[in-house]
């Protein structure tokens, strides 16, 4: 079941807040391996028979020699947070809650935190940044390390698939170790102050393409086979989840290689291993990105360097980044605010905001009745929202008031798209994280925006929004959201500083 997922925005402190990113260096903390021996899964998994488990967790490398390979947490990255070795060089964040690939390299090891993330340091004395790759301070300050191809999964799913993969050589010196359940004291000294729009311990599948980032919550992707559509920095992409593995992998919609071919899949539950199937061939993916199946069987999906991980690191590696609900095919959307003006005290505060969306993909048809069927899903999780807040009206707010507008929209007839962007969310600030202020306004001119050749051509809508507030004297943070009822999608926020009385 899908949930719908409100981007309530205010400013997290990170990198280029007014105190500056928060470090702890530990390099003595943890050990690094470097370039431990290697076999193959299907050897390992007798080595090991009766204890590696099929939910085991796995970091996966997708692609390169042998099709990849698989790195079992409890025997390699539990202990070695970071493992430099010739396929490649990976990490895991266990209190961030991610893993990650670089390109191959003896010369880094495991150093400390920032903002509660991971670092690494290279031979040369540059200091990374684990989630990003950015290269932060040192010789090589400026420069972002490109991840390669890699999915965290399950041993079993992995070795049924994939069983001529590589995998480290389980020799005695490597032991199994537990899962750890509570983050370590030095990694939580270093984060910054909380960005409220979700909890920090929740996992998200976060996506930065073209200086653009969007985070989706594991929890709004369901059980089952699925996947997402859209447009990021210019760039389209399909966000493959696997509800058995709770496992997330993103691809631009075309094969690799020098005369790539447009893949459109959808899903097909008819194969657990290979749950989708492209419009073009009918042949079957992984969620690897790879055809298992069919005329296009072995060839392979461009992957984009998305990543699963807990919202607080998310928010601050990038703390403009729009958090996604139910996402639609037709395209993203952001909003502008033009101008602010306040007047009095109380404040009466007058907005001019312009919105800017990708044309429509669909025809209005088959796209209001994508959207119905979604929003209508979602409603049921609304539902549960406002059942699991009980009696703290703060938390129901939201919920209740896009439940009594999502109820609305769904009893509209099908084919009657009732257009763009329908009602915003208004969070006002005062300091980093201090909400004063929220206020759901609606915005009919936006309805009937879908009619006009402007918006179909992507060209941006304008519109006026006024509102009472209780402010006395003093500076604010004004974060506008634009939500879409119909298509029960959120786009990404802007901000503008308010000063009333001054």
Known sequence: ?????????????????????????????????????????????????????????????????????????????????????????????????????????????????????????????????????????????????????????????????????????????????????????ESRSTRPPADPRLPAEERVFGLALGGESRAWPLGSLGDRAGLRKGKLGGQEFVILWDGRTRTASAYAPETEGPKPQTATLAPDPGDAEAPWVDRETGSRWSIAGRAVAGPRKGQALRWLPGVMVKWYAWAASYPRTAVAGIETTNGTAAVKVLSCHSEGTPARITLVLEIQREPADLDAQAESDSAIDALRRGIDDLEDQIKQAGNDAEARKVPERLLQEARRMANRPRGDLPGSFSMIIISIFKGRNQPVHRQFSALPVWRHAVDSSRYRKGEPVRCKAALETNLGKGDYTIMITPVDIMAAEYGGSDAVDLVVGG
């Open 1 to 185: 079941m899908l949930t719908l997922v409100v981007t309530i925005a205010a400013l997290a402190a990170g990198p280029g807040d007014d105190n500056g990113p928060r470090t702890l260096y530990r390099p003595e903390m943890l050990e690094t391996l470097v370039n431990p021996a290697c076999s193959h899964c299907i050897d390992e998994s007798r080595r090991k028979a009766g204890e590696l488990r099929d939910d085991d967790r796995v970091l996966a490398w997708i692609r390169g020699k042998y099709d990849g390979g698989a790195i079992p947490y409890r025997w390699f990255l539990v202990p070695y947070r970071v493992i430099s070795d010739t396929y490649g060089v990976f990490v895991h964040d266990a209190d961030a809650g991610f893993v990650r690939g670089y390109p191959a390299s003896l010369d880094y090891r495991f150093h400390g935190w920032r903002n509660g993330i991971m670092v690494m340091r290279h031979r040369d004395g540059t200091l990374f940044d684990c989630l990003t790759g950015e290269a932060f301070d040192g010789p090589r300050k400026g420069e972002r390390l490109t991840p390669i191809p890699t999915i965290e999964t399950n041993w079993g799913p992995w070795l049924k698939a994939q069983p001529g993969t590589v995998a480290y050589a389980m020799v005695s010196r490597f032991q199994p170790q537990p899962m750890p359940k509570t983050s370590t004291p």
